[in-house]
């Protein structure tokens, strides 16, 4: 079977730093995906893993342990238009994806 | 230039009705799909269209029925439309099955 967890809310402060974990068991492993997506709009690519290690993208980073089954994604200097939901999505042939960590920026 | 387009981008229409949406991709990409998002926010993958083959069909009811015409188009039509249809239908495309994929800007559907 496919299951994905992630947190369902984080709140953090702009110009901090923030790690949105995930969890994945799936059948079939063919990389770890992360994507951003702002109320009322698609989802956005933001980062893939498929080897164990970081992942660095300007102020996105993200992390894959395959032992673990265990990833996360950092957000630093956060800025308010980082306010969105953040999706992990896993699997083999047919992607599963979490149900989304809301994550708020406040002053 | 939209990469992966859809319409409409809002649909409202009563039970029982036979609905269409189009969406066409831009991108030269092999690999397209359906999700449907629902009022939680829980992104499912419904079919996936590999060089207008059909790869993925999940378990959906017949009455909805992808055609892909196309490399760049899959459609969806929903036959017999009930209350529990509505949600934000994304449809999205890839270079191949395993790859990053591009989502269209969604089709809010309420059915009522």
């Known amino acids: 079977g496919q299951n994905i967890d992630q947190p369902t809310e984080m709140t953090a402060t702009e110009g901090a730093i923030v790690q949105i974990n995930c969890t994945y068991q799936?059948?079939?492993?063919?990389?770890l995906f992360w994507y951003q997506q702002h109320a009322g709009e698609a989802p956005t690519f933001l980062s893939y893993?498929?080897?164990?290690g970081l992942e660095e993208k300007g102020r996105f980073s993200s992390f894959l342990s395959r032992s673990k089954g265990y990833s996360y994604l950092l957000l630093k200097e956060l800025q308010m238009k980082d306010s969105a939901s953040y999706l992990c999505?896993?699997?083999?042939?047919?992607?599963?994806f979490g149900t989304g960590t809301q994550l708020k920026v406040e002053l | 230039d939209t990469a992966v387009s859809q319409t409409p981008k809002y649909l409202v229409t009563q039970m029982g009705n036979d609905k269409s949406i189009k969406c066409e991709q831009n991108?030269?990409?092999?690999?397209m799909y359906w999700y449907k998002q629902d009022s939680k926010k829980f992104l499912k993958i419904m079919f996936s269209?590999?060089?207008?083959?059909?790869?993925i069909n999940e378990t959906v009811p017949n009455r909805f029925s992808p055609k892909s015409p196309d490399k760049a188009h899959l459609n969806l039509h929903i036959n017999s439309l009930e209350l529990g249809d509505s949600a934000v239908y994304f449809c999205?495309?890839?270079?191949?099955?395993?790859?990053?994929?591009?989502f269209g800007p969604g089709t809010r559907l309420t059915v009522t």
């Open positions: 999205a495309s890839s270079q191949e099955l395993r790859s990053e994929q591009y």
């Open positions: 991108l030269g990409h092999d690999t």
């Open positions: 269209y590999n060089n207008k083959e059909l790869i």
């Open positions: 799936t059948s079939g492993f063919n990389g």
């Open positions: 999505a896993g699997g083999g042939n047919k992607l599963t």
């Open positions: 893993n498929v080897l164990d």
